[in-house]
C-alpha cells in the first residue's frame, strides 16, 4: 500500500548453471541430428540397383523397405516364409514388428504404391526416401542418444566432460555412415543395449535395477540378433549379481526373477508366431523356421571382406577356409571367440559379486567396467566369431565410444580405425564424401573443440601403465603408424589400379 516494488528475486548461480548446461545439451543434441541429416542426404545402399548383381534390387534400404511391405500386408505366419530369395525377412520378431509400423506409415503418409505388395519392389521416390530416413533419425534419437546422454551423465560428474564425451559419442563416423549413410536402424539395439548396461549398474533394488535391464537387453536381443555379442558380459555381470546375494536363497530368488524376466519378455514377442503358425509348419515348426532365419550358417565363416582374423588368414599360402573342413569352420570360431572374451567375462563377474556393498562411485565404475567388458566381448566376437560381416564393427565401438574419459588416446583411435575398415562398403554405396567429410569433422571436434582439452591424452597414460599397456613412445608409434597406412592405402587405391591376377587386393587390405 506504501507504492514500493518488491524486485523479483535474482536467478541463483545454480539455475544459471542448469540452464547452461540444458541449453549446451540440447546444442550437442542438434549437432549430432544435424550431421546425421546431411549424411542421409545421399543415397542409400543399392539405390538405383547400384550393386544388387543378383536376382534381388538394390541393398539394405531395399530390403528394409520390402519387411514394412510384407509385414503391413501379409498375415504373421508368412512374414518369415514370403519368397526368401527376395531380401527375406531375417532379423528378430522386434524389427518385424517396428517395420509393420513403419509400413503403416509410409502406406498412410506416402500411398499405398509405396508398400503395395509385389508391385512396390524398387520404390524409391524421394519422399518415400526422406520418411525412411526420417524413421531411422526419430528412433535414434529415442533410444540411442537418450541411453548417450543417461551413461554421461553417470560417468562424467563434469559439465565439461560430460558435454565432450556426449559429442564424441553421438559423432561416431561408423555409427552415422552405417545407420543414416548406408542405411539401417542399428542404434535402436545399440540404445536398448546401453539402457541396460546403465539399468544393471544403478543404485537400487534388484528387481528396479537388473531385472528391468535384463528385459531391456532381451529387447535389444530381439530386434538385432547381432547384439549376441554382448550377451556374454552382461550374463557374467549379473551372474555376478546373483552370487553376491547374501545367502543361497537370495541367489536363487535372483536367478530366477532375471529368468522369469527374461522368459516373459522372449514369449511376449514370440507367441505370435506360435498362436498363428504357418500351416505346413505348425506352432512349434513355426518358430524354429523364424529362429533359422536368423542364423544363417550356411553363408560361411565369413561374408564379403571383413577386417577380422578369418579374412586375414584366408589370403594364400594360409587359405584358411579351404585348408580346414567347413564342417569344423563354426566350432573353431566359437572357441577362438570364447578364448578372446574369457578374461572379461571373469571380471564382470568378480564386479557384478561385489556390487551390492557398492557406493555411488563404485557403482559408476561397475558401470565403466561394464562397458569395457561389453566392448571386449564385441570386438571378439567380430575378430573371431562365425558369420562376420564389416557392420559388425559397431558392437564393439558404441560402448567403447562412452570410455572416452579413460583412454581418450585409444578410443579416439579405434573410433577412426573402425570407420576406416567400412572404406570398401563406403565404396559399394556411393558414399565417399560422406565418409571423408565424416571423419573430418569428427577430428575436428576431438582436436579443435573443448572435448579435445577435455579428453587429453595426459591423464589416460596413468591408467593405461597401472594395467601393463605399452609405454607411450610405443602408443604413439603405433598411433601415428597406424593413420599413416590409412592414408597411404587410400592414396595408392586412388592412384594405382589392382592388378589384373588380384581384383580384389584393395578388399582385402582393409
Request: aromatic share 12%.
Amino acid at each position: 500500500g506504501d507504492g514500493r516494488r518488491i524486485a523479483a528475486p535474482a536467478p541463483s548461480r545454480e539455475n544459471s548453471t542448469n540452464y547452461a548446461t540444458a541449453m549446451t545439451t540440447t546444442v550437442i543434441v542438434g549437432c549430432g541430428i544435424f550431421l546425421r541429416s546431411l549424411v542421409g542426404m545421399h543415397s542409400p545402399s543399392g539405390y538405383g540397383d547400384d550393386h544388387s548383381g543378383g536376382a534381388a534390387y538394390g541393398g539394405d534400404f531395399e530390403a528394409q523397405r520390402h519387411w514394412m511391405e510384407i509385414t503391413y500386408h501379409l498375415p504373421i505366419s508368412e512374414w518369415y516364409t514370403h519368397d526368401p530369395e527376395y531380401w527375406g525377412l531375417d532379423y528378430p520378431p522386434l524389427t518385424a514388428y517396428v517395420s509393420y509400423a513403419c509400413g503403416w506409415l509410409s502406406h498412410v503418409l506416402v500411398g499405398p504404391e509405396s508398400v503395395a505388395l509385389g508391385a512396390s519392389r524398387g520404390y524409391e521416390q524421394r519422399d518415400h526416401l526422406a520418411l525412411l530416413r526420417s524413421t531411422v533419425l526419430v528412433l535414434d534419437v529415442a533410444v540411442y542418444f537418450t541411453a548417450v546422454l543417461a551413461i554421461a551423465g553417470r560417468l562424467a560428474p563434469d559439465g565439461a566432460g560430460r558435454r565432450a564425451l556426449v559429442l564424441l559419442a553421438l559423432c561416431q563416423p561408423a555409427v552415422v555412415l552405417i545407420d543414416h549413410g548406408h542405411f539401417q536402424y542399428n542404434t535402436v539395439a545399440l540404445g536398448l543395449a546401453l539402457w541396460s548396461f546403465y539399468c544393471v549398474t544403478a543404485e537400487g533394488p534388484f528387481g528396479r535395477t537388473c531385472v528391468v535391464g535384463a528385459v531391456l537387453f532381451s529387447l535389444a536381443l530381439n530386434f538385432k540378433q547381432m547384439t549376441l555379442y554382448f550377451a556374454p558380459a552382461i550374463f557374467a555381470y549379473l551372474l555376478g549379481r546373483c552370487a553376491g546375494a547374501h545367502t543361497w536363497a537370495g541367489a536363487a530368488s535372483r536367478f530366477v526373477a532375471l529368468g522369469s524376466a527374461v522368459l516373459a519378455t522372449f514369449a511376449a514377442l514370440w507367441w505370435p508366431f506360435y498362436v498363428y503358425p504357418d500351416a505346413q509348419m505348425g506352432g512349434t515348426g513355426s518358430v524354429l523356421h523364424v529362429l533359422r532365419r536368423q542364423f544363417p550358417f550356411a553363408r560361411g565363416l565369413f561374408e564379403g571382406k571383413v577386417a577380422n582374423l578369418w579374412c586375414a588368414l584366408d589370403v594364400r599360402p594360409v587359405d584358411v577356409r579351404a585348408r580346414i573342413p567347413a564342417a569344423l569352420h563354426a566350432p573353431l570360431a566359437l572357441a577362438a571367440t570364447l578364448l578372446l572374451l574369457a578374461p572379461a567375462c571373469v571380471s564382470l563377474y568378480a564386479a557384478g559379486r561385489g556390487a551390492d556393498a557398492r557406493t555411488a562411485s563404485r557403482h559408476r565404475n561397475c558401470l565403466r567396467a561394464l562397458l569395457w567388458g561389453a566392448s571386449a566381448a564385441g570386438l571378439s566376437f567380430f575378430l573371431a566369431s562365425f558369420q562376420v560381416h564389416e557392420k559388425s564393427v559397431l558392437m564393439p565401438l558404441a560402448p567403447l565410444s562412452l570410455l572416452c574419459h579413460d583412454l581418450p588416446g585409444f578410443v579416439a583411435w579405434f573410433s577412426v580405425v573402425a570407420a576406416w575398415t567400412l572404406w570398401p562398403l563406403m565404396q559399394q554405396d556411393k558414399l565417399q564424401l560422406a565418409y571423408f567429410s565424416v571423419l573430418t569433422i569428427f577430428q575436428i571436434l576431438l582436436h579443435g573443440t573443448e572435448g579435445g582439452a577435455t579428453l587429453a591424452p595426459k591423464d589416460s597414460m596413468a591408467v593405461w601403465e597401472k594395467i601393463g599397456g605399452p609405454s607411450q613412445t610405443l602408443c604413439t608409434l603405433i598411433k601415428v603408424g597406424s593413420f599413416a597406412t590409412m592414408i597411404l592405402l587410400h592414396v595408392v587405391q586412388a592412384t594405382v589400379p589392382p592388378p589384373a591376377r588380384l581384383p580384389d587386393v584393395y578388399p582385402v587390405l582393409w
